[in-house]
């Protein structure tokens, strides 16, 4: 299977709105990308802290168990959740602690690291009926994946021939992760929003910093985050990962009013909340950003919000839906006072929260006022075109480019002359 | 559980009062619903089977609640619709300290401005309420919703 892009320009500054509503780029999105070489998100390793815990999570559009196993010192396992019978899902549970996995179907059974380890009647009855008697089972054990335990955080791959995590991520992308993940955590919950889109239209909105303080008006309402202040993003080697980020405090009122003055729509400083608490900080990291979300190609990414801690995962749904699945966490030692501003905090955040609730809206807006466009593109010119490059201010979507370059090298289309 | 015809009307009435408020849209009045002191969350049920804290919304007093109320009104950007609370028959839980707990199922349909509805929640709330001057009061609300999977976003409460 194989496609073909007309791309306007090689810098991806204009993407055929095509990209987002075909169903053979989807297909093979799933095919060469969440299948290919890239490591994936899967779930955090405090989920599943004791022998036999097993999370199901998703790459791409295939389900996943991710298993810490009975033996071996309780070594952490991903496995494709496919019964090699008949095909049936395993694992029906989103989360769980089992010695063992049995299909429903023909009850054929998988140890916890996803090895077929039993067939009912494999040697049929009474010399009648079975399995044939060179029947393998460990050929048709479910997939593995190979898995990376970065502090904690699990990424998994079909491929043999990805690269290493270290050298997947980055230093930047591996210094990120162990920044957010330097002490013991603790899950505190989940939220799951499906937004009616492209997948690939979530990516780009974590690679947008344009949009941070425009769209979600709250930030500059009360502060929180606004293009004046200091911050910017960063990118690694191959501009696949981003990191939007910025630092509480590092503007002046007067800098910020006199940026926003004449944005329609957004107003400036023209609230109070009755109740402050929400936006209490006391920064916790020595590099005292407020806000920073690492993002990592093709599904993950860590965010802070204040004190709000958590990963997001893109599962796609189909070529016109995702989910966007929230883990939110704190720290293991958190005071119970700290416990709380965590949760207090989590208003900020997920399906409703103040300054996330509109990404949901505006992609859909996108998939809804797109899908008859076949030869039409966006236009993604903020920030530069050309080259793709780091930057100290955050009005860009330079970003954006860089994961259009990825996604274009892995999908075998990239332009004559692509940037990377 | 013997509960005063008085409260069963009182609580009948305040599910009513409440569903109407947020589904005519008005907020500011759903609001004074609530004690100055009060409590409203929304949970998903797949937090609270597993013992798990996350809060999709939690406003632990009623100036938080107004802050909410304030910013869907003023800052935040939604899907443009149409709330339809339907709400069943409260059940009486407990009493305590002179409130009144009780539990009803919810469902909650969106309608957007073309006129498509779609099943946007369904769950249960827990009610704490007090009676003052024949009028219920809510203490706490606690919405579990089962529909975990948020349908684009949530902006207008449960």
Redesign the interface.
């Given at each position: 299977m194989s496609i073909e892009v007309n791309w306007e320009r090689n810098d991806y500054s204009r993407i055929p709105f095509r990209l987002y509503h075909d169903e053979e780029v989807y297909a093979l999105e799933m095919e060469r990308i969440f299948r290919g070489p890239c490591w994936n998100y899967l779930c955090l390793e405090a989920e599943i802290p004791n022998p036999g815990d097993y999370r199901t999570t998703w790459v791409g559009d295939t389900s996943v168990v991710v298993s810490r196993a009975m033996g071996e010192g309780g070594a952490i396992h991903a496995f494709v959740n496919r019964c090699s019978h008949r095909g049936a899902q395993i694992v029906r549970k989103?989360?769980g602690n089992a010695p063992e996995h049995v299909c429903i179907y023909h009850r054929w059974c998988y140890r916890t690291d996803g090895e077929l380890s039993g067939i009912p009647f494999r040697r049929g009855l009474k010399g009648e009926g079975g399995m044939p008697a060179d029947f393998d089972m460990a050929a048709v054990s479910p997939q593995k994946l190979r898995l990376a335990n970065v502090n904690g955080m699990l990424f998994g791959t079909f491929s043999e021939h990805a690269e290493s995590i270290e050298a997947y991520l980055g230093e930047f992308g591996m210094g990120m992760v162990k920044r957010f993940l330097h002490k013991p955590i603790r899950?505190?919950?989940?939220?799951?929003?499906?937004?009616?889109g492209n997948w690939k239209l979530y990516a780009e909105n974590l690679r947008d910093t344009y949009h941070a303080s425009l769209?979600h008006?709250?930030f500059v309402?009360y502060g929180v985050d606004r293009a004046t202040q200091k911050g910017g993003v960063k990118m690694d080697a191959r501009h696949r990962h981003n990191m939007n980020h910025a630092f509480t405090g590092s503007d002046t009122q007067a800098d910020a009013l006199a940026a926003y003055a004449g944005t329609a729509g957004v107003v400036l400083d023209r609230?109070r909340?009755?109740?402050t608490k929400?936006l209490e900080h006391t920064p916790e990291f020595d590099d005292r950003m407020n806000l920073a979300a690492p993002t990592f190609f093709p599904n993950g990414l860590l965010i802070q919000i204040n004190q709000s801690l958590g990963t997001r995962q893109i599962r796609p749904k189909g070529v016109d839906r995702h989910?966007v699945f929230q883990t939110?966490f704190g720290y293991a030692d958190d005071s119970a006072e700290q416990a709380r501003h965590r949760?207090?905090s989590?208003?900020l955040v997920?399906?409703?929260g103040?300054v996330s609730?509109?990404?949901?809206?505006?992609i859909?807006l996108i998939q809804k006022a797109t899908g008859n466009q076949a030869q039409a593109c966006n236009v993604i010119e903020m920030g530069g075109r050309g080259p793709l490059k780091d930057l100290t201010h955050r009005l860009t979507e330079t970003p954006v480019r860089g994961f259009w370059s990825y996604w274009a090298e892995l999908m075998g289309v990239e332009p004559a002359g692509g940037i990377r | 559980m013997k509960v005063p015809d008085l409260i069963r009307h009182a609580a009948s009435d305040l599910l009513a009062e409440y569903a109407l408020l947020i589904d005519e849209d008005r907020l500011e009045d759903w609001v004074e619903l609530f004690d100055e002191a009060c409590d409203y969350k929304v949970v998903t049920r797949e937090n609270v089977e597993q013992g798990l804290p996350n809060v999709l919304i939690w406003c632990d007093n009623k100036n938080m609640l107004r802050d909410r109320i304030a910013s869907y009104r003023n800052v935040n950007e939604y899907n443009l619709h149409w709330d339809r609370h339907v709400i069943g028959a409260p059940r009486f839980c407990a009493k305590a300290a002179g409130a009144w707990v009780i539990e009803a199922g919810y469902s909650l349909f969106q309608t957007d401005m073309e006129g498509v509805s779609r099943l946007f929640s369904v769950g249960r709330y827990r009610i704490e309420f007090a009676v003052r001057e024949e009028a219920a009061r809510i203490k706490s609300a606690l919405v579990i919703a089962d529909s975990g999977l948020i349908p684009t976003l949530l902006a207008s409460p449960i």
């Open positions: 989103t989360h899950i505190i919950g989940y939220s799951r929003q499906m937004i009616h769209l008006e709250f309402t609230m909340l009755r109740d929400l989910e939110l949760l207090i989590a208003n997920g399906p409703a103040f609730m509109e990404d949901g809206e505006a859909e | -």
